[in-house]
């Protein structure tokens, strides 16, 4: 069965810092792997698609990585603000319609 | 501007009734999407539509129903067979199938059953 965990379930961080989360995947065959940014109440948005082939894709102050191998992906939030209190979905594909979707990870920034 | 309209954002439904969902986009995508969000779950596929007159069931389709008659709308109806329809439902598009294609989400409706 494809899954896609993610870690962890929420996070509360001061404004300025910064965090790191984690998202596991067993999903085979593997086709490409996307980061979203849900706010509250709203619809995802995409911030990072990565295929096999790429390590690392920045989005500003967002950076992803991916470990094909170890089937692995970090979403990286440098100097965090107040906007980045949201909910971030690690998504999976298998190259088809059938996307694999995390049930997400809760970060609150506080000032 | 080019995007995804859904409507109603809020909707309360009594028990027994049907319910549809309306969902538009203008972004000329051939491919459109329901998915059901619970809180702690990720989202979960009900039906998806690749080409107008032709759509295919999800991983959670019992319960609802769907048509495609024009390009551009993906409506999707809740009906009284849902025993939980209590969710926020959101609807996509993609220019190609979403393995491939970028994924673009609408805002959101959120059905609550009295």
């Known amino acids: 069965k494809n899954q896609v965990e993610q870690s962890p379930q929420s996070l509360i961080i001061l404004e300025g810092k910064n965090c790191t989360l984690q998202c596991n995947y067993t999903v085979s065959p593997f086709s490409n792997l996307r980061w979203y940014k849900q706010d509250t109440g709203r619809g995802p948005v995409s911030l990072t698609i990565?295929?096999?082939?790429?390590n690392t894709k920045s989005n500003g102050r967002y950076t992803a990585t991916l470990d094909a191998d170890t089937k692995q992906s970090s979403l990286h939030i440098t100097a965090s603000q107040l906007s980045d209190s949201a909910s971030y979905i690690c998504?999976?594909?298998?190259?088809?319609?059938?996307?694999?979707f995390g049930a997400g990870t809760t970060v609150t920034v506080r000032a | 501007d080019g995007g995804i309209t859904q409507s109603p954002k809020y909707l309360f439904r009594k028990e027994g009734q049907n319910v549809t969902l309306s969902c538009e986009q203008n972004l000329n995508h051939d491919a459109m999407y329901w998915y059901r969000q619970d809180p702690g779950q990720g989202l979960r596929l009900i039906y998806y539509s690749q080409i107008v007159n032709d759509f295919q069931k999800g991983d959670i389709a019992e319960g609802y129903s769907v048509s495609r008659e024009k390009k551009e709308s993906f409506p999707l109806t809740v009906t009284s067979a849902q025993k939980n329809p209590t969710a926020f439902y959101l609807c996509?598009?993609?220019?190609?199938?979403?393995?491939?294609?970028?994924?673009?989400f609408g805002e959101g409706s959120r059905l609550t059953v009295l």
């Open positions: 998504v999976v594909s298998p190259n088809d319609y059938k996307l694999s």
């Open positions: 990565m295929t096999f082939s790429e």
């Open positions: 996509a598009s993609s220019i190609g199938r979403t393995g491939t294609g970028e994924l673009f």
